[in-house]
Structure formats: C-alpha cells, structure tokens
C-alpha cells in the first residue's frame, strides 16, 4: 500500500507517524512544501516574543528523524499541485527547481491545513507587513524587529549623546487569539501596539461581554484595541517612515510593523481541483472517518469541516489538538481500522500578559443564532485556590448548561491563575455527556495551593443546580431595568459603585428589615458576586417575596456594561 | 423544626448554612467545643509554616456571621456530652463554667470530625510535642517556635559577637500528607526535619514505587525519611535540652520540636454513647443520605465510613471536599429532598517543596489486596505544557484502568507543573464512567503556556488505548527478570545510565540490524519513557518478534528501584 499525505505539520506529520506505527510496510510519501516539516505553529507568536528564543526549539520532529525513525520519505520543498483521482495519483512540484513528477498512490491523505485570508486591501503587500503562519513568516519579522531596533540601538553608543528610543509602533490587524497573542508579543518586543479589529469584539468565539472584557484587559496593559471598525488600506510614503494604516471609518495608525492576522480559511484548492466535495463552510467535507466524498482521499487539520459536538454544527475549527487527533483516526483507517472523531468542541485558551481566557462547547450567541432557548447561564467568580492561601485570584466563569436536563452546554473563563484548569475540566465533562449535578459533586484535588474544599467547578455545579431547582431564580443584568434592586452589600462595598436606584440593605439586617422590601413585584437582589445576594433571596422568597438573584452581581455588572 | 449540629468546622457550618438557605423557620443550632467556627484546617500547617501569615486569615466564617447572616444559634467553647436518641435530647456543656444543660432536638447532625491517633508512647506529653488540628495547635506551636527562635535572635545584638545560630531538630511522627505538609513548613522556618513513618513507605494511598519517589524527593529536600520504624519513646533530660525521639529499631534524634501526625481516627464517642451503629472502619455508619442508624441523627465528614466509587468498599476518607459534600447534603436530606452522596474517590494532593503528589481512585495495591486483577496499569512522563515553551516540566505519571472495558480505575502523579489538573482530570473522568478510550479523545485547552496538542490526558489514553487494543504489549520492570532487554536509546543516553546485559540498538539503526533481536523469546523494549520503545515495538512485532514495551522505561526503572 502506497500512501501519500500532503502536508507535513500538525496533521500530516502525526497521520505518518501513527501509519508507520500500524503498518510497517506501508510506502509514506510525506510532502510539504515549505521548508521544514512538524513545527510547532504555536510556538510562532513566542518566538517573535523572544520568549521561545531559539528557532531550531520550534522544530518539533525533523526530516531526518521521520526517515529513521519511522522510515516515512519525507520531502520538503515538494508542492502537491494536482490530484487525479481516476488515475490515482498526484503532481509533486519540487518548489526550488519547478520540476514536476507524478506519484501514484492507493490512499491519498490532505492535510495542507488553511490560508491567512488576505483581503484585497490597498497596501496589502507593501514592506513591513507580515503573517504569522510559518517559521520563515517569523524569521522574518524578527529580523525586521532587529533591524529596527538595532539602528536605534546603535545610537546609545555614543558616549555623551543621551537619546530616548521613539517607540515603535505596530498594528495587528485582526483580533483573533493569533492576533492577540502576536499583540502580547510586540508588547514584550516594546512595540505599542494597536489592534484593530472589524467584528464588534476580540476573540469573536466568546460572547460579547467576555470579549469585552478581554479589551478592557488589553488596554489595562497598554495595547489600544479598535473594533468594529476595518483596515481599509495600508500606505508607505518613503521607506525610511512607518506605514499608515488607515481604517475604514477614516481613523489613521502609524505602524513600524503591521500583522495579518484576519483568520485562516481552509486550503482546498488541491481538493476542489480534484472534484471533492466542499462543505457549507469552505471546509473538505468528510465522514466521521475522516474519509472525503472520495473513498481513497482522507483529509484532516485546519482544511476540513467537522461536526461541532455540542450543537452538531458543521464547523470550522482550526485548532493543533483536533487535527492531531483526526491524523491518527485518519491512520487508523487507512490501516483498516474502525476510529472516528466524535466532533469538536472548540476548547481554546489564549495567554495574554499573565492571565488566561478559555473557552469550550456552545457560547450564548451561537445557541441565540440556533434559536435555541433551553439553555440557562450563570456568571460567578471563585477564587483559583483557597482565598486563606496566598496567591489566589478570582477567577470570572461564565456556565452555559441545558435547562430541560441539566446538560452542561459551554463555558468561558478568564483570569490570573487556575483558568487552564476549570475550563478544561468542564470540556471534559462536555464530551462525557456531564450535567451540572454531576459538577456539583466532582471530586477535585484540594489543598491551600491547589484549590478549594468547593471548587470552582463544584461551585458552578452548585449555583446551576440551584437554578435547575427552583432554589435560585435568576436575574440577568440585561433583564432587570426598571425593577426593584435590592442590594444586600455592606457600606463601605457602595462607596466603590453601585446601582442608581437600588435600595441598600445589608444582608444582616435584612430579617429585620423585610417591611421594606416590596411584595408586589419581583425584587431583584445584588451584592459582590450573587452569593450574598443568593442567601438574601432565599430567605426572602421564604417570606413571600419573589427574590431574584442577579447573576454574579456587581462583578458582572462591571463586565456586562463594558462598552 | 430544631435542628442540632455538632462541630461547628467544616462538616458542621457547611451544614447549618445549607439548612438555612432552605428553611428560614427550622431553629439551628451549632455547637463546636473549640474556640472557633469554621476554620482553615487545612491552612494550618502553612500558618505554621508563616505562608500565611496570619491567624485571622485562617477564620473563613465567624460567630457573628453565622448569626447575622444564617440566622444560626452558633455556640463555641460549647460541647455535645450526650445524646439521649428516646428523649432526642443532647446534653451540652459550657467549656468554660463545666455547666451542663440539656437541649432538645428533632434532628441532630453529628459532624465532630476526627481525633489526631495518640498512642500511649513513654513521654508523648512532654513539653515540645504537637498536633495540628486547631488554630490553637497551630498557634501554640509557632509561639514554641518564636520562642525558640528569639533567644537565639538576640545573641546576633551583640555587636561585634558573631554566632552560628544552631539548626533547631525537629522529627515528625507519621508520614502522611499533614506530616508531609508540617515537614515542608518546619524546612522554611529553618529547621533540621526528620520524618518517622512506621508503614514501608510515606503517603500510604501512594503504591509504594511512588511512595518511595516522594521519600527521595523529600530527601533531595534536606529531610530525613526514616521508614519502616516507629517511635518507642519520647525524652526530655532536661528542661533546657531538645527531646530524645527513640525508635522501635533504637535509632535517636534530638528535636526541638516534635509533631505528631500519626494520622486521624473517626471522634465517635457521642455516636457510639447513642448506640448507634458503627462500621467495620470505625467510623459512623451512614446511608448515602448521611442518615445514621437513628433515623433522626445525621453524620457527616471525618467521623463517617462512606463507600468508595471505585471499589464499593468502606472507607474513611478525612478530607475537606467530601466533608462539605456530604454536609450539604444531610442538609437538604433534612429539609426534605432526596439528595444523596455518590462516595469519595480518595482524590487528594500534597504540595512539597514546589512540586506536588496527587492522586484519585484505586491504588494497585488496593486492587491487589481485593485480589482484583482485571487490571493493567502504565507508566508515562509527558511534559506539563508543550516542550518548546518555556516552563515545561514532566509529570510522572501512572494510570490504572480495567482491563475488561477500559474504565479508569485510578491515577497517581507528580511534578512540579500541571499535576492538579491532571489528577483532577481524571478524577472526573473516574466520575463520570470514562474509558480511556475517553481520555484518547478529550480536547482539552491547549496553547503552549498552557498544554499541548496532546495533553497528558491524551497520552495517559493514547497508550493505553493501544495497550487495550493489543498493539502495544507491555512489560513491567517488577516482572523482566533474566528476559532479553532491547535498549533503543542513543549512546549518549546510555551513559547515564543503563540496564546491564541490556542489547543497545538505537531506534533509527533498528530496522538494519533486526537480525540481531531474537525471534525465539520476548524482547522487552527500552528506552527514556517507552515512547520510542514503542514504535521500536511495532516495527519488531511486524516482523513476528515477540516484542514487549518496558512502561515508562528508564524513568520508571529510577522509581521502581529507588529502596
Ligand atoms: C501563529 C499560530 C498560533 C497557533 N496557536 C495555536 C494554539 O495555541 N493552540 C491550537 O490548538 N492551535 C494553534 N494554532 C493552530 C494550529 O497550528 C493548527 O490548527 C494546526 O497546525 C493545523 O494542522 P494542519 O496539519 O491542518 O495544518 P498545518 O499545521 O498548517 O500544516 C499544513 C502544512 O501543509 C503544507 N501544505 C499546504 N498545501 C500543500 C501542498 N499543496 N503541498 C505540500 N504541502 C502543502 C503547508 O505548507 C503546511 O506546512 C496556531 C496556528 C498559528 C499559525
Ligand atoms: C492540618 C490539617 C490539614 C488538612 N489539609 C487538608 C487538605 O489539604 N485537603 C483536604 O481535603 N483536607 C485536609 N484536611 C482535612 C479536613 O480539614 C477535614 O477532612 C475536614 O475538616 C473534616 O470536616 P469535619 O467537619 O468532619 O471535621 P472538622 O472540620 O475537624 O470539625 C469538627 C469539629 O467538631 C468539634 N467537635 C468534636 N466533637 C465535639 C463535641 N462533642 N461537641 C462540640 N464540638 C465538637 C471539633 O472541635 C471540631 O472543630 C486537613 C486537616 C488538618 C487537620
Ligand atoms: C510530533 C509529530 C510528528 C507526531 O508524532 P507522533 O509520534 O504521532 O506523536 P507524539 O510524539 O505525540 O507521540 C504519540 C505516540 O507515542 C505514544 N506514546 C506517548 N508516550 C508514550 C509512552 N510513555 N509509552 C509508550 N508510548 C507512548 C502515543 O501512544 C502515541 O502513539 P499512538 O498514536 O500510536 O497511540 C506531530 O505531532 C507533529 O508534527 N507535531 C508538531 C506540529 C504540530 O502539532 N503543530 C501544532 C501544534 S504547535
Ligand atoms: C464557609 C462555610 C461556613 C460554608 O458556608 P456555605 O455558605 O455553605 O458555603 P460557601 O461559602 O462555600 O458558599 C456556597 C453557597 O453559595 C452559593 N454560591 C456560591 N457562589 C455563588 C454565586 N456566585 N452566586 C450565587 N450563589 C453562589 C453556592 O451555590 C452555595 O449554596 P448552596 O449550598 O445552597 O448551593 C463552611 O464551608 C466552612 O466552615 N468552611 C471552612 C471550614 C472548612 O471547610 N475546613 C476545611 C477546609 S480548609
């Protein structure tokens, strides 16, 4: 058996592993078309961060080792140009001298992953402007970075001459988590850096108000963060100056150094070209086996569609973890064996200047443009580890969890320590069909440094469950305007902000003072983050009053009315 | 409706703020003989230890709020003497004045915890002997410290009279995971520690190759391990002298300080003066609605047997998260719903030094003494986060699973990153029914910082997925003895160090020099973790060698031969 695979990174690189592994004497043909083979795209950010400092650290498996260790005939430099799916076989294009072969195959695996999408803006290819997909792509921003600043630098040796360095400026052209990360990076490089972005948000996964909140973060940390609002075109008037970019809204930004990065799309030429069929959203579509509308063609990675696990979506997700593992399902068959990827859930998480926001499974806006109403959220803020031990920081959970049943739908996260952790245990409990009882009571590790007797993740579970059971009636910010609010916080919490209108009476005096709740209509009680407020509602509804708790209370108040 | 709680801690307050929030009428009533509520047991070794400075910090809910805000009859230096079940009355005295009063109840809620094990030692009272269970503990001890300490400090005010302050001794009685602690916290306060531990290893859940990886990474630390010796006796010469602690073989050590950590053991008095029931631990028997054989009388926490999910054996289990679980839900037991508590899995964690020691589920020898061998167990050492950031440290890791259908049965862990994630991971999985086909396909957040595209978890499925499914035969090194080991690392590792009589044949040199690996007998493949030993293992097997992989390879050999 002759296998081809086109592509030699994430997918193809960990499909011709696991082939090898399976089959000893399978003919692997790897073929990759830029320089190097199995390199951590990842990486690429931190390396222009100078955080990864070498690049020969971003190569993950080099050619050599795949010939000797899995005997697999590895070739870089070789474009794959044309497939014939009749006759089997395929055009290799050795990209230095231009030669093109023929290699026939007896199954064919795409993994060429995607394209920057690079929109026919004015500018676009002018000096200075870059994208961040390969390690070349940040070869040579860095030596741009260098050449920048080492000119500058230079002028520090003159004994005598003081001279503050200008600081240069950057614009990053799209807020998706590449461009987030890459921002953070200019950052360390001592860039000021501008991120504009088109969508009404960053990080368009998460819903509005945690994306909102990411800005905010951004521009506590100095970054200037524009959205709804385009690059309309880049302009350079003399080499020696920064580009100018402007947006479509008129607004101009200098820029030392400009990145692309408006998202990927996936690469199908190679598969359209060869008749395969092309999914609703740009995607190869392909079976659950990896396998295209061909029986021969697998494909795999950022080029394909997948079912998404949670809304059964076809989606597109163009993550290093789902196209690890639909390499290996795609191995397995090849190798005659049953595996199938059971969809993804889109679980990702982006570092930015200490802290960390993630996500998982359905947000609020998908299921909204699902029309799906049985869904329930709530907003909470734990502590990462117990508050008595030193270090621990609050972290903001968003729960998206089914109201009919319980089923946990989503989460988004973010803060300092701890976020890694909670939103991969609630992918987790995603995949195995968990409710919000169930998180109610999981047992996690706790002592002082590492979490709390009730965990984050119990404390979810406990706060859903409550909801599910009638216990805690639910308020959201967006919901209450013009009701009653109730705010449960002691004095000196008002003094830092509060609702124009509510009526202040602290938790403990509340039994005393129920005259002065009302009872014609639904109160809706606030404190710091709805616990106090949940206990006040408790006891109110008790007595006949119907008490709402508004969820996570003047910290999502915060979060919510970011603009 | 009176309700009664005894314990005012963990169990105890979780339960009277619980009830509350769902009766506002039923009149409760907390009694803890100690002088506070509901503190940070868990805090007070770092409290000893000055990570957490102060005492009030350890205070997590006081008096006052239990009245102000849970409207609770909070009562310290209070405690239950008698329990008449027929009368359904509880005596209780004042701590201070010995006074007794009688007070009836209608449900009485037993949550007195644990008592520290006090063997009748020769001159276990002497002076400079502690526990640690209560702030007072804590507090008696570091003032035992200071004192210590502040003599010797005012030697340094004489100008010009240099002293070599002396190490202070201190020995810890008892291994476990608050001897542990108190060991760590002793180090940082400048003391010389030594650890006694009866059992042949320290952390007994531990089997016992990771319980002799955390003796020599104690030892690596500067403690002294002693194990497999208890303590005969305690003496003091001299009020100005450190103790003489004398061991059962006869070996001594001074210490300034002594704690006794020998473990907990269920307080049962008041249950057994009831006559209730108690179970073949020791502890109160309790359905799963935490209800005692008197159906009025609820028991949570330490003083409890509970069944464990893993094996539906009974089991004591001290710690913090099963206690405020089981609390909530005698609670809601009372209040009239039908919760019930699903059973601990022992999940725990110990942090030491900067690195922690987790685990969840069953232990081999657990499986082993219920002569369960439906087992298999594997050995791995992935990196905490992805190789190339920097940061990455590796988790040893060993999972156990049921060899029939694939569950996952239990997991131990160390490391200095990443570790309370992954148990906690699997601790849900366990949980939740999973598979380690399960765990092959969990998307779990991956950006370097923060994992890789295959995490740990996936690798902890990956392997033994293909262990299940045949492709990857293990070995164990407890049962090679005499085979034919096959060495697939490069030489320069093989300096390091090697197994003698071991064949070396690199991995890329194999498939040229096969036939120099026997076909007549099983070949055990070695190599750093038994990553390449594996795909060594699959070539061979394809070639019709009987070929083994050596789990965790010459990493687990460092740990299953440390003495
Ligand atoms: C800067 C950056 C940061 C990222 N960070 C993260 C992260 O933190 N977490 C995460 O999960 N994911 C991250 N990703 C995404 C992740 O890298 C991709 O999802 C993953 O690499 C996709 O794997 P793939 O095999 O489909 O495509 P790729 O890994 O991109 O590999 C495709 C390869 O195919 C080659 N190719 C294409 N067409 C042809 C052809 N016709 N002939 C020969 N070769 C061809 C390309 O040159 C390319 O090298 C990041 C990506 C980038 C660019
Ligand atoms: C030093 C230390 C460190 C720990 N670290 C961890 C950790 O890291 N992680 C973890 O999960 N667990 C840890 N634990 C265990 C955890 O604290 C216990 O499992 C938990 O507190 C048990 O709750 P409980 O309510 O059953 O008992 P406790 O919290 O001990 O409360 C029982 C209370 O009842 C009172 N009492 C007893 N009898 C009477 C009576 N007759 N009348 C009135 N009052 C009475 C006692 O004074 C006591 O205050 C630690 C414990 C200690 C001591
Ligand atoms: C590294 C790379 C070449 C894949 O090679 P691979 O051998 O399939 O993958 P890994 O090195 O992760 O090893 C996984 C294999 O080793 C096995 N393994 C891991 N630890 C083991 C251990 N301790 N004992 C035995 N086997 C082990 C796994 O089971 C798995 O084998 P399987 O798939 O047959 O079950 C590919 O992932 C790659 O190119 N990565 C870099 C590019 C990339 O992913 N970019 C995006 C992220 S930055
Ligand atoms: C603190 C203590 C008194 C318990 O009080 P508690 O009110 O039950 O517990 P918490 O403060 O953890 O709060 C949990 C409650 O708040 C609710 N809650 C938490 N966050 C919320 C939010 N953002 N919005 C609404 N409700 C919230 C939870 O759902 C839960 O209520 P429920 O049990 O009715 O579902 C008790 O746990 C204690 O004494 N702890 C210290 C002792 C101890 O545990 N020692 C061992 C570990 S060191």
Redesign the pocket.
Same mark, same amino acid.
């Given at each position: 058996m002759k296998v081809i695979i086109v592509g030699g990174v994430a997918g193809g690189a960990s499909c011709a592993a696991r082939l090898r592994r399976l089959d000893e004497d399978a003919e692997i043909v790897m073929v990759e078309k830029g320089p190097y083979v199995s390199f951590a795209n990842c990486g690429l950010p931190y390396h222009v961060g100078d955080v990864i400092e070498r690049e020969s650290d971003l190569l993950v498996a080099s050619e050599r080792l795949f010939r000797e260790h899995f005997r697999v005939d590895c070739r870089t430099g070789c474009e794959a140009v044309r497939v014939d799916p009749v006759a089997k076989t395929v055009d290799l294009r050795d990209v230095g001298t231009g030669d093109v072969t023929t290699e026939s195959y007896d199954k064919l695996v795409l993994a060429p992953g995607a394209r920057s999408i690079r929109p026919p803006i004015p500018g676009i290819d002018l000096r200075g402007i870059f994208q961040v997909r390969t390690v070349p792509d940040a070869r040579e921003i860095r030596e741009w970075i260098e050449r920048g600043t080492s000119f500058l630098a230079g002028m520090e040796k003159y004994s005598g001459f003081q001279t503050v360095r200008p600081k240069m400026h950057a614009v990053v052209v799209g807020g998706g988590f590449i461009g987030l990360e890459m921002a953070e990076n200019l950052v360390a490089r001592g860039f000021d850096v501008t991120v504009l972005e088109l969508a009404d948000q960053v990080l368009t996964p998460l819903d509005l108000e945690y994306g909102n909140l990411v800005r905010n973060f951004l521009e506590l940390h100095g970054v200037h963060v524009v959205v709804g609002d385009g690059v309309a075109r880049f302009e350079r008037n003399d080499e020696g100056e920064a580009l100018t970019v402007t947006t479509q809204s008129g607004r101009t930004f200098p820029a030392d150094l400009a990145i692309l990065s408006l998202g990927v799309r996936p690469e199908t030429e190679l598969a359209q070209q060869a008749g395969l069929e092309i999914g609703e959203r740009g995607g190869i579509r392909v079976d659950e086996h990896m396998r295209t509308s061909d029986p021969d063609i697998f494909a795999v990675g950022d080029a394909v569609e997948v079912r998404d696990f949670v809304t059964g979506e076809w989606s597109l997700i163009a993550l290093a973890g789902p196209a690890n593992r639909q390499a290996r399902i795609a191995a397995d068959v090849i190798a005659g064996r049953d595996s199938a990827f059971r969809g993804t859930q889109g679980t990702s998480i982006v570092g930015l200047f200490g802290d960390a926001i993630a996500w998982t499974g359905a947000s609020e806006k998908t299921l909204q443009r699902l029309g799906d109403t049985d869904y329930e959220k709530?907003?909470? #803020?734990?502590n990462s580890h117990?508050g008595y031990y030193p270090g621990a920081r609050p972290i903001a959970m968003k729960l998206i969890f089914r109201k009919s049943d319980g089923r946990v739908l989503g989460a988004q996260a973010a803060g300092e320590d701890g976020v890694d952790k909670r939103i991969s245990h609630i992918a987790l409990a995603i995949q195995l069909g968990a409710t919000v009882f169930d998180l109610e009571q999981a047992e996690l590790c706790y002592s002082?440094p590492y979490g709390s007797?009730?965990d984050p993740i119990n404390?979810a579970g406990?706060?859903a469950?409550?909801v599910l059971r009638g216990?805690?009636p639910l308020s959201h910010w967006e919901s209450i305007d013009g009701g009653f609010v109730l705010d449960v916080r002691e004095m000196p919490e008002l003094a830092v902000e509060s609702v124009p209108g509510a009526v202040n009476i602290p938790l403990g005096q509340l039994r005393d003072r129920l005259h002065e709740v009302p009872r014609d209509r639904a109160v809706h009680v606030v404190c710091r983050?709805?616990?106090r407020? #949940?206990?006040a509602a408790r006891l109110l509804r008790q007595r006949g009053i119907d008490a709402h708790?508004v969820?996570?209370?003047m910290l999502s108040r915060a979060i919510v009315s970011m603009k």
């Open positions: 709530i907003y909470l #803020y734990p117990a002082p007797a009730k404390f406990m706060v469950a409550d216990d805690l983050s709805g616990q407020a #949940y206990t708790v969820s996570g209370g």
